[in-house]
């Protein structure tokens, strides 16, 4: 079956001035859609597959049994698809604070704003392209990190929470070089963290 990216839950300049509209709408309409029908061309080879949640088969990946060139543009391109899901529903134009992960935040990191930091550390960081996580893992924890490309931490069994696209077409047009200056400006339409 054709797998379609989520609807984005706003307009491409909702996020603006933090997210310019013309980088959403290429990220959206070029870069997502390209995941997805990358995908989909992998899975439509294997049919069974094909019928399930994209998230349920990153979550079992090594177990596949799928041919080790068509597992990896998986492991890619399925991961663009969901993890861009995942981009799009964080962010908004307006907060809506979830006060249960801002209270274990605290809890595990000792303040929000020690969790920024940290969280922004890894992000400028980064070398080459990829992502930076919150994730819970099984025994409910909270961690951050970065995987690179478009891996996802669905396979290695933890919960993505939050997270933010370090890939430079997720900028360059606005931010150029200036990373950490993207970095700064993206909390700001984070929705669920003051
Ligand atoms: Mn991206």
Known sequence: MEHKTIELPYSFDALEPHI????ME??????????AAKMNEVLAKYPNL???DPE????KVDSLDMDSVDKQKFINFGGGFVNHNLFWS??????????????????TFGGVDEFKEKFNGLAG???????TWLVKTPEGELEVYNLPNQDSPLSKSH?????????????YLKYQNRRPEY????????????
């Open 20 to 23: 310019d509209a013309k980088t």
């Open 26 to 35: 290429v990220h959206y309409s070029k870069h997502h859609q390209g995941y």
């Open 50 to 52: 094909s019928e399930e």
């Open 56 to 59: 349920e088969l990153l979550k």
């Open 90 to 107: 964080v962010m908004g134009p307006e907060k809506q604070i979830d006060e249960d992960l801002v209270a274990q935040i605290e809890k």
């Open 125 to 131: 960081t980064l070398f080459g392209s990829g992502w």
């Open 159 to 171: 919960t993505p929470i939050l997270t933010l696209d370090v890939w430079e077409h997720a900028y």
């Open 183 to 194: 970095i700064d400006a993206w909390w700001n339409v984070v929705k669920m963290i003051p």
